[in-house]
Structures are given as C-alpha cells and as structure tokens.
C-alpha cells in the first residue's frame, strides 16, 4: 500500500464520487487560503498516537502550523500503514475533512462515508485487524506523555534535561539565579498506569546558604518543588492516566496550576512570593480537609525537615517586610515536629544577621 494521502477541508470541497474528488483536487491544490486550524488539530492529534507517532518524517504541528496551502499532502510512516491510515481518516473525518488516497482509489469524507461507495467493506476488513492489537505498553505510554509535555512546554523555554534519576523525562529552563526543572515518570502496569510531575525551582544563592549552614544534610537541588496534582488533592503525586484523554487533562491541569507559579517564581523576588505569601496558590478542591495543607507554600512547608526553614532565607535576601511574620510561622509549625525544631530556626536566623548588609 502506499503511503501518500491529500486533505483538504470539506468546507471547500465535498465531493459525491471519486472522479469528482481527483478534478477538485487539481484546483484546489493551487488554492492558498492560509493556516488551517483544523490541519493544526488533526496534527496535534496524531502526535497522540503513540505507534505511529515515530515515524512521521518530521513534526507535524510545525509542518501545517503556517502553511497556507488549502491541501495538505501527507506521507504516512512506513512500519504501520494500516495504523498510520486509520489513525488519520478518523482523527481527520471527525474534524471535518476529506481524505484522499489516490494509491487506494478511495476517499474518505467526514462523518465515516467511503468513496466509491462500493469499497467500504474493503475498508472494514482493512481495518478490523486493528481491532484485536494488543495495549499501550509502559514505554509506549511514558513516550507519548513526554511528547505532548514537550510540546506543552517548549514554548515557555523548557528544553529536553535529566535532574537526578528514576525520570522517564525531564525538561530545563534556565532562571537568574539557577534554574526551573519539570520531571515526569510513568508508573504501574497496563491499563493502570499512572503518571507524576514533579515541578522544581533552584536559587544558587539560596542553596549556597542553605550549605553554609547544614552542610549536605539534605540533598534536594531545589530550593522550592512541588506536584501539581496537589492542588486537586493527589498530594502522593500520581494519577492515573488510561488514555490519551487523561493525559491531556494531567497536562491542562498542569498548565492551570503549575506554570503559573514556575512563571512568578522565575520573576525577581517571585520566588519569595511563592513561598511566603501563602494566600497566591489556594488549593480548593472537594473534600480539603480543614486540618490538611491549604495553599501551596504550606504544603511545602510540611514536607518537614530543614528544607520547610528555607522560606525563611528567601525572605530575608528578599528584604521581605513581613519576615517576623514568617519566621513566626514557621516556629509555630516546628512545634511537635522531630524531623525539624527552633533549633534549626534559631541556626537559620543567626547565619542570615550575621550576613553582610
């Protein structure tokens, strides 16, 4: 089979038989009507795929996101045609375009109708082998995830980069002071695969006083982390993610929630808001316990250890007003605790005055 399709929007063309499809497509393959947000979604769609995804000769989101032809010419990969084939005619029928195969002398029009009106149970048998093919697997699943998180997060400056092991992906940025990590790691066995992000900022200064005063104690690069399904109440980081469905919503959860504090903290002095201004980031979500974390930089903080008196060293190279306030706060919380105690605070405290001015 081979592996050359034509589309084109079945606003422009809708044509009742074949013949009628091989004239229209002369004329308008001359026609430049410009970026076609359907061709944009039908690509993005198809880069969900994860079997065929691979072999695309180049991405295809970049391929039609400005080209201004009224069709558009596309070369199936070569390891899995009948995937290949099926995975477009049904993203692209659905969005309202026509699918032209000159090679198979059929064309497929939106709402599932086949010309030559004859062929569509040759395209049923074509097709149904498809319908016993085994699950995604882990790797399959993991793969796709850090495609679409790629695509999310490359245009905010996020580049392709490992912080630490046990990562299926991880991306970069830098900041003016270090730099923002976003990671992610598929777990379980199909179909109950879950997925975690991990959202990271480092402050070198911070992390530079931080040694100074505890030494390696704690080995967290980051200054401040966080996952981003804490703020719909899956504090372990995990939720499931079954099908291409939810992943979107894993990273449109993600996009609400998580860019917009990598956004302020990137900032100057941001990173101060974030972690000492409580009220920012609210968590609101059904069933909040009243006892339970109510924002983000309290949730921070209950991860314990010296790590929750590092608000502290980011307010004071802030000039934060409301540093009393906070360091308040934070010998409150250590009360009870044995993982971190006014001891440590009281180390904190003196190393950050006896700093020059």
């Not at 201004?68 to 084939?85: I, K, Q, R, T």
């Not at 993982?339 to 009281?346: H, Y």
Request: glycine fraction near 8%.
């Amino acid at each position: 089979m081979n592996n050359d399709l034509s589309l084109w929007d079945g606003a422009l063309l809708l044509p009742a038989s074949f013949d009628q499809a091989c004239l229209g497509l002369e004329r308008l393959e001359a026609q430049r009507p410009g970026p076609n947000p359907k061709f944009l979604a039908l690509a993005q769609a198809l880069q969900a795929q994860p079997r065929v995804d691979a072999g695309w000769s180049a991405p295809l989101v970049e391929r039609v996101r400005r080209a201004p032809e009224a069709v558009w010419n596309l070369s199936l990969p070569g390891d899995d045609l009948v995937s290949a084939l099926q995975a477009v005619v049904n993203q692209a029928t659905a969005l309202g375009l026509v699918v032209f195969s000159e090679p198979l002398a059929m064309v497929f029009l939106p709402g599932g109708g086949v010309l030559p009106r004859e062929m569509q149970p040759q395209w049923a048998e074509l097709t149904a082998q498809l319908q016993d093919s085994p699950p995604l697997t882990k790797t399959e699943v993991a793969q796709l995830t850090a495609t679409l998180l790629r695509e999310r997060l490359a245009p905010h400056g996020f580049v392709p980069r490992m912080i630490g092991t046990g990562w299926d992906a991880g991306f970069v940025r830098p900041t003016l002071d270090g730099y923002q990590s976003v990671q992610m790691r598929v777990t379980g066995s199909g179909p109950d695969f879950k997925c975690m992000l991990r959202c990271g900022h480092r402050s070198d200064e911070v992390e530079a006083i931080f040694e100074e005063i505890f030494g390696n104690e704690i080995r967290i690069p980051e200054t401040f982390w966080f996952h981003p399904t804490a703020f719909v109440g899956a504090k372990s980081g995990s939720v499931p993610i079954e099908n291409s469905g939810e992943i979107r919503a894993l990273l449109d959860l993600f996009d609400r929630h998580a860019l917009p504090v990598l956004e302020l903290a990137r900032q100057p002095g941001g990173l101060d808001q974030v972690m000492n201004q409580p009220q920012l980031f609210p968590f609101d979500y059904p069933g909040l316990h009243p006892l339970a974390s109510q924002n983000l930089a309290d949730e921070y903080v209950s991860y314990g250890r010296n790590l929750s008196l590092k608000p502290l060293i980011v307010a004071w190279l802030a000039r934060n007003p409301a540093f009393e306030d906070r360091l308040a706060a934070l010998r409150a919380f250590v009360q009870g605790r044995a993982d971190v105690s006014e001891a440590d605070i009281a180390r904190v405290v003196d190393h950050l005055r006896a700093l020059p001015a």
